[in-house]
Every structure is written in structure tokens, then in C-alpha cells.
């Protein structure tokens, strides 16, 4: 599974999404709940003006209700690498959803025989806010471009002239891994794990230690495991996250927390080895008792193999 589909599987979760939301744009404050949000499609297609079609994909895009007194649109976007065009990107977000937003409003003038002609759209129709932001989850410390004016060829000594020219396009970088304790610990959902582990990850014996004593307990198992595994390469998660799936459903109840999942997995490991062994002797019994004795079938040396070893 590729990195970005899975950073995009835990953060298209309501909860998750809200949690990363108010953290990072309201200092954890509870602006919006999962109940506030709807999933929009990630693939849009709109004609502008002139009839020309166009499609754009985004990671996760939202609904959210009750932000700031408005329906507002929120996309997100997951970067590993620093994105060199991410400003003239996030306008082209931007442009597109406002743009589908005049659409829909001039198709709905012309059904109500309502044209505003060379207006547009009449003065009442407003269109709803749109606002994105950037999950960086590199190691590189995102500097530059973080806005429009990071990605133009200026000297250095005429920005002020040019800023008078130019309406410059800022764009919002959470980058995960520098976030302080003081800001991880303001998160509540799932996201706390992948925040605390981008903290950690070059230090191999903290990561160990804080998910063998890691309480929290997890809504999306899949998803956080997916994640991980992504972001390290750690083929431990996968194992992991295979296993958790083939656990039986009361076992799985009981395997919500990191620490108790991680138990689980290991003496399920250890139980398995057991019976492999056991097999392995019985097996090795079995084949004794038939080196010994050419008139025992191969059925009748496991079945006299297992009344002994059970």
C-alpha cells in the first residue's frame, strides 16, 4: 500500500480529521466534532467560463458545519517531500472548489429561469469558504516555498515592489514531526500515536519503550497500523496489522489499546510456535514408529504419535 494512501485512510476519518483540525488551526480548541463533517469527492470536474474541462484530485476534502458561523470546505494534503509548487498547487485547489461553487449556482439560475447574464451570479449568492492545509510528515524541516513569493524569481531587495503587484498565495504547513509535547498532547484521536512516533522515530529505544507503555486506545487499528508501516518501513506494523486481521473478533475487543494489541500479537506468536513444535514431534514420532514397524500405515503412526504427545 502506497504511503499516501495510507496517510489518507486515517485522516479521512471524521474523528481523526476534527482532532488534526482544531489541534493545529484553533490551539485544540473544540471548534468542529466528527458530527460536523461530511466526505466530499477527492476528483472534481468543472467547465470555467469559456466551456473548458477540467479535473482535479485531492486527498481528503470536507464538508464542515458550524466553523467560524459558515459551511466551509477544508482539503487536506499529505506530503512526505517538500513540494517545491505546493502555493501554485493549493490555489489550484482553491480556484477549483470555488469554481464548482459558481457552477452549480449558474446552473441553478438557469433552471430557475434566473440568469444573472453578465454578472454571474445575483449579489445575494455568496459562495461557501474554502481553506486547505499541508500534513508534512518529513524529516526535512519544510523552510521554503510557504507562500507564492518563496517561488518567484525576485531579488531579494525588491520584494516590498513586487508585494504591491502581487497578491501573495500563503499556505498552511503542518509539519508533524517538530511539533512539541505541549501540542501532541492536545490531540485525543488516533493521530496522537502517529504524532508522538514522528517525535521519536530516529531514536529506536524511545519508540520501543513508548509503544510497550502506550495506553491509548485505538478507533482505527488498520488505518494507525497502515500509517506507521508506511512512515518507517517497519514491516513489523504490517505483520502486525495482518495478524490483528486474522485475530477472532473477541480477541480484537480486548486488543484495542497499543501496548495490550502488541501483547496479544506476541503470545499469539508464542502459542503458535508451541504448536508448531508439537507438530514437528509428532511428526518426528510418527516416522520413528513407521521406520520400525512396516505394517503401520502413515494414519495409524501420527494417530499412535498424537495419543502420546496429545
Known amino acids: 500500500m502506497e504511503p499516501d494512501i495510507t496517510e489518507n485512510n486515517l485522516i479521512e476519518d471524521a474523528d481523526v480529521f476534527a482532532d488534526i483540525v482544531n489541534v493545529n488551526l484553533f490551539d485544540g480548541d473544540n471548534e468542529i466534532t466528527e458530527k460536523d463533517i461530511r466526505s466530499m469527492p477527492t476528483v472534481s470536474s468543472y467547465k470555467d467560463l469559456d466551456g473548458t474541462l477540467h479535473k482535479q484530485i485531492r486527498d481528503v476534502f470536507k464538508l464542515v458545519y458550524n466553523l467560524g458561523g459558515c459551511i466551509a470546505l477544508i482539503g487536506c494534503e499529505s506530503q512526505q517531500d517538500v513540494n517545491r509548487i505546493m502555493p501554485v498547487r493549493d490555489m489550484g485547489y482553491t480556484y477549483t472548489a470555488y469554481m464548482k461553487q459558481i457552477q452549480e449556482k449558474m446552473a441553478e439560475n438557469r433552471k430557475n429561469k434566473n440568469s444573472a447574464y453578465a ?31 518563496d ?17 501573495d498565495y500563503p499556505i498552511h504547513v503542518i509539519s508533524v514531526a517538530d511539533q512539541p509535547e505541549t501540542v501532541r498532547d492536545k490531540y485525543k484521536s488516533d493521530f496522537r500515536i502517529i504524532a508522538d512516533y514522528m517525535a521519536y522515530r530516529n531514536d529506536k529505544d524511545k519508540v520501543k519503550e513508548y509503544f510497550k507503555n502506550n495506553d491509548h486506545e485505538l478507533m482505527h487499528v488498520e488505518h494507525v497500523l497502515d500509517l506507521l508501516h508506511a512512515l518507517s518501513g517497519d514491516s513489523r506494523f504490517y505483520t502486525i496489522r495482518q495478524k490483528y486481521e486474522d485475530m477472532e473478533e473477541s480477541k480484537k475487543g480486548e486488543s484495542k489499546k497499543m501496548c495490550l494489541l502488541l501483547d496479544a500479537i506476541e503470545e499469539e506468536g508464542i502459542e503458535k510456535g508451541r504448536t508448531e513444535e508439537k507438530e514437528a514431534n509428532i511428526e518426528k514420532l510418527a516416522m520413528y514408529y513407521m521406520n520400525n514397524d512396516s505394517d503401520l500405515s502413515k494414519e495409524q503412526a501420527f494417530e499412535m504419535a498424537r495419543a502420546i504427545l496429545g
Open 119 to 149: 454578472k454571474v451570479l445575483h449579489e445575494d449568492q455568496k459562495l461557501m469558504p474554502v481553506a486547505t492545509f499541508i500534513l508534512y510528515f518529513g524529516e526535512v524541516k519544510w523552510e521554503k516555498p510557504l507562500t507564492l513569493m
Open 151 to 167: 517561488m518567484l524569481d525576485i531579488p531579494e531587495d525588491k520584494g516590498d515592489f513586487w508585494k504591491r503587484l502581487i497578491n
